[in-house]
T-cell receptor, first 113, second 112 residues
């Protein structure tokens, strides 16, 4: 039973397009995250979100926007895709009341051509 | 500016021997440290953690050591097994913060 799932697993698209990556967690966690892993394998936080608070890493371009239809989902929408957006994007979740461990999804490899 | 650093991109160890993965950090506000293991095409999975009030935490074959004065932590795997071959990420939490800071990972290869 998958705890944190992401779709799609692979996404190839052209520059200038708008795309979304979906994330769902069935762990009952109250906080979700998006991370970007770049070509140097560096995992960097993009957003953290619970039902009260969205925290945005200031280095993230405003072309990226998280959207949460409910507590179990945090989708990532990207406008006007650029070559530099090519990376692996990981969704994660955590229960703020319990521990600091975050549970990660399998990742979405985005390739912008 | 990278606050968590793993200076060894790779490590090879014979099966049965000890694997030691190292991690350094610069932020004195970090109060909790975690190790994650990642297989190809999968997300990182939590392995073991340690609070800054401790200097050692052990879970089976895995032990994490924290040296606060040196801002250094290490993960020991004894004995190493071929299934331990993966990329290991060190991560840290800043007091009061909601997210984790990750290192760039060390690829461990355990040779049968």
């Amino acid at each position: 039973d998958t705890a944190v799932s992401q779709t799609p697993k692979y996404l190839v698209t052209q520059m200038g397009n708008d795309k979304s990556i979906k994330c769902e967690q069935n762990l009952g966690h109250d906080t979700m995250y998006w991370y970007k892993q770049d070509s140097k394998k560096f995992l960097k936080i993009m957003f953290s979100y619970n039902n009260k608070e969205l925290i945005i890493n200031e280095t993230v371009p405003n072309r990226f926007s998280p959207k949460s239809p409910d507590k179990a989902h945090l989708n990532l929408h990207i406008n006007s895709l650029e070559l530099g957006d090519s990376a692996v994007y990981f969704c994660a979740s955590r229960n703020r009341g319990s521990s600091y461990e975050q549970y990660f999804g399998p990742g979405t490899r985005l390739t912008v051509t | 500016d990278q606050q968590v650093k793993q200076n060894s991109p790779s490590l090879s160890v014979q099966e049965g021997r000890i694997s030691i993965l190292n991690c350094d950090y610069t932020n004195s506000m970090f109060d909790y440290f975690l190790w994650y293991k990642k297989y190809p095409a999968e997300g990182p999975t939590f392995l073991i953690s340690i609070s800054s009030i401790k200097d050692k935490n052990e879970d089976g074959r895995f032990t994490v050591f924290l040296n606060k004065s040196a801002k250094h932590l290490s993960l020991h795997i004894v004995p190493s097994q071929p299934g331990d071959s993966a990329v290991y990420f060190c991560a840290a939490r800043e007091t009061g913060a909601n997210n984790l800071f990750f290192g760039t990972g060390t690829r461990l290869t355990v040779i049968p």
